[in-house]
């Protein structure tokens, strides 16, 4: 096997092992630790290192470390939060989520990094165009990754449901369920099983060894940069300086139209962190049990997979306003429907259909918001996908940090007017690029989907 492909699927598969266990615990965080809100607060604690750690350690820790011990020096930052799930309290979970923040955005740095200079050093020697390389180690790095969602969900939904405590939840505990909930721990007072101590150890000793194994396949397996490489990655990482992408950052904001896809961005973190901390816990824990929460996540998952990758080819043909259009209609419907409908257990399939039809709007807010950004930006790509972390990541605190003090249905009020709000300052900067440039295609650029679909998975 070529050398440069055999180091793309152990970094993919490193990352599959590694987010198999996170993306199950965040689905579970709201649910499993629901007592003063402690799981949301620390999924918000988690996104704001996170914006922090995606200003200032990326640069530094690739310079010194290189790709591959940056890598594996930020594995062990999510394996610190599988542990500190162990005892959940707020002196080991807020810690640990701090710890995975700021270890969050040097791996996939370091990742993109690693992969953009093997495809470069691939084609090099081959006399091929780097960015078709680097555009394929990168769609097999996401084909492996993407189904992370699937397997942690799986192993947690396989594992609850072997609790023997099952319960049948009343209909006057149902009441508490869904848009207008009773603002308590909905998971106790509902009467649905909560599972066994040793059920929970079993699932974050499962992710904790998951974990353990990403580190140990970039240890051994990972190639280090080669010499000839080493000048490639000193320019990627010194090309501009640390301080003045630091600064271009927010310089960036002069550009009116970055000013105004603000909404949209933080739109994207407000949607999903609702998804995960909101749905999970008001719907579906509450009116079916933990044990159907990864089940409904694979569904999530699935869907927001396939989506992605339909979008990405039909998008050239459809233009991007019609698919926003899409996400904002299917979304648009998805949130009356939950301020209307009453979960109940006998309506199993409901519970299914939202987080599919929201995988298919969520689709489109990653592809084509990051594939505008390509085109908007193409002179300062730098600025403008970090000013997209940036906003995103607030959307997730935002979302997250409201979560136990709200009703759910003065969320989805929220989450409807910030989708409004998007859609009208969307509709702004595509009248002004029309208005400044006819000609301009409004197909988005394929190349630039890949490395952004990483913050919807942290």
Not at 142 to 168: D, H, T
Not at 193 to 201: D, F, G
Request: hydrophobic letters at 45%; proline letters at 3%; charged letters at 10%.
């Amino acid at each position: 096997m070529e050398r440069n492909l055999k180091n793309v699927l152990v970094i993919s598969f490193g990352f599959l092992l590694l987010f198999t266990a996170y993306g199950g615990l965040q689905s579970l965080q709201s649910s499993l630790h629901s007592e003063e809100g402690l799981g949301v607060a620390s999924l918000s604690v988690l996104y704001a290192a996170l914006i922090l750690s995606s200003m200032f350690l990326p640069p530094v820790l690739i310079k010194k470390l290189g790709c591959k011990w940056t890598i594996a020096g930020s594995m062990c930052c999510y394996i610190a939060f599988s542990l500190g799930n162990f005892y959940a309290s707020w002196y080991t979970l807020i810690p640990t989520s701090v710890i995975l923040g700021l270890g969050g955005a040097p791996l996939w740095s370091a990742k993109c990094t690693y992969l953009t200079i093997a495809g470069n050093s691939y084609a090099e020697k081959a006399g091929k165009n780097g960015k078709d390389i680097i555009n394929q180690y990168f769609g097999v790095f996401f084909l492996i990754f993407q189904s992370s969602g699937i397997w942690g969900n799986l192993i947690s939904s396989l594992i609850f449901s072997q609790a023997s405590n099952k319960v049948e939840i009343s209909e006057e505990n149902l009441a508490c369920c869904g848009a207008y909930d009773c603002m308590t721990d909905t998971t106790n007072t509902t009467g649905s099983a909560e599972p066994s101590s040793s059920l929970i150890y079993t699932l974050l000793g499962i992710y904790t060894a998951s974990g353990v194994l990403a580190v140990l396949l970039i240890v051994m397996f990972l190639d280090q940069i080669k010499s000839d490489q080493a000048k490639t990655e000193k320019e990627i990482l010194e090309t501009p300086s640390f301080w003045s992408t630091f600064l271009a950052t927010f310089q960036h904001l002069k550009d009116k139209r970055q000013c105004l896809l603000i909404p949209l961005t933080m739109y994207s973190g407000f949607e999903q962190g609702f998804l995960s901390g909101d749905y999970t816990k008001t719907y579906v824990t509450c009116a079916l049990g933990i044990h159907y929460v990864g089940y409904v996540m694979i569904c999530f998952s699935a869907v927001n997979s396939l989506c992605s990758l339909l979008f990405g080819k039909i998008s050239q043909f459809t233009g991007r306003k019609l698919l926003f259009a899409l996400a904002t209609v299917t979304n648009t419907a998805c949130i009356i429907a939950l301020l209307l409908w009453k979960p109940h257990p006998k309506q199993i399939a409901v519970f299914f259909v939202f987080p599919a039809l929201w995988g298919l709007s969520d689709a489109v807010w990653q592809t084509q918001t990051n594939g505008l950004y390509g085109v908007l930006f193409e002179k300062h790509t730098e600025a403008a996908f970090a000013n997209y972390r940036l906003w995103e990541s607030c959307g997730f605190v935002i979302a997250f940090g409201y979560s136990t003090k709200l009703q759910v249905y003065i969320k989805l009020y929220i989450l409807l007017s910030v989708l409004v709000l998007s859609m009208v300052t969307y509709g702004v900067v595509e009248y002004l690029e029309a208005k400044s440039s006819p000609g301009t295609p409004t197909a988005t650029k394929k190349e630039n989907v890949g490395p952004v679909t990483q913050e919807t998975h942290m």
